[in-house]
């Protein structure tokens, strides 16, 4: 169990680092793009580069990590009710759940995917992009994310390296945080 772990911590760090890179590569090309209009010589194909390929990496390839370390926007309404249910019952059906939702979301997006591919779809205009290509980074994404949601419903307590300890950001009992 614990090389599948090490196995999806690797793959989720490789495609937040490629989110990362994604996000940096689309700050230059949108100010570069910006720069060039403000002299009369925008970069051209720029928009299409950012909006097909750029946005969708950042966007899926963060999914998985933000999960996993718990950076993601949570409702926590319940969880103090829902936590004193025994084996971790409450997060394993929660990833359950996550897990067949995620799936349907997996097998829709990869089945796109392939008939874009096969079809070797690309974008009008000056520069013709293969779009076929940018839709290849959601299912990667979602795939990854599975993994881990997998791993959750098999051990929902398993710690995980680089993520925040849940009580970090919580107000203390007067209800204000960090005093």
């Known amino acids: 169990m614990r090389h599948a772990e090490r196995f999806v911590d690797v793959l989720e760090r490789a495609s937040d680092i490629l989110a990362a890179v994604g996000l940096c590569t689309m700050m230059l090309i949108i100010s570069a793009d ?16 950012t909006a097909y390929y750029l946005m969708v990496i950042v966007a899926f390839l963060a999914l998985p990590r933000s999960y996993a370390t718990g950076g993601q926007v949570r409702l926590e309404l319940l969880e103090p009710w829902l936590a004193r249910l025994p084996g971790g019952l409450a997060r394993r059906g929660v990833a359950l759940l996550s897990l067949a939702a995620f799936g ?5 997006s990869g089945d796109e995917a392939l008939r874009r591919i096969a079809d070797r779809e690309t974008t009008f205009g000056v520069v013709q ?51």
């Open 34 to 49: 910006a720069l060039g209009r403000l002299f009369g010589a925008p970069l051209q194909g720029a928009y299409e580069f």
């Open 104 to 108: 349907l979301l997996l097998w829709f």
């Open 129 to 179: 992009w293969p779009l076929y290509l940018s839709y290849v980074w959601m299912p990667a994404g979602i795939a990854i994310l599975i993994l881990r949601l997998a791993l959750d419903v098999v051990r929902p307590d398993a710690p995980r390296r680089g993520a925040a300890r849940p009580d970090a950001a919580r107000p203390d009992a007067a209800g204000v945080a960090g005093r």
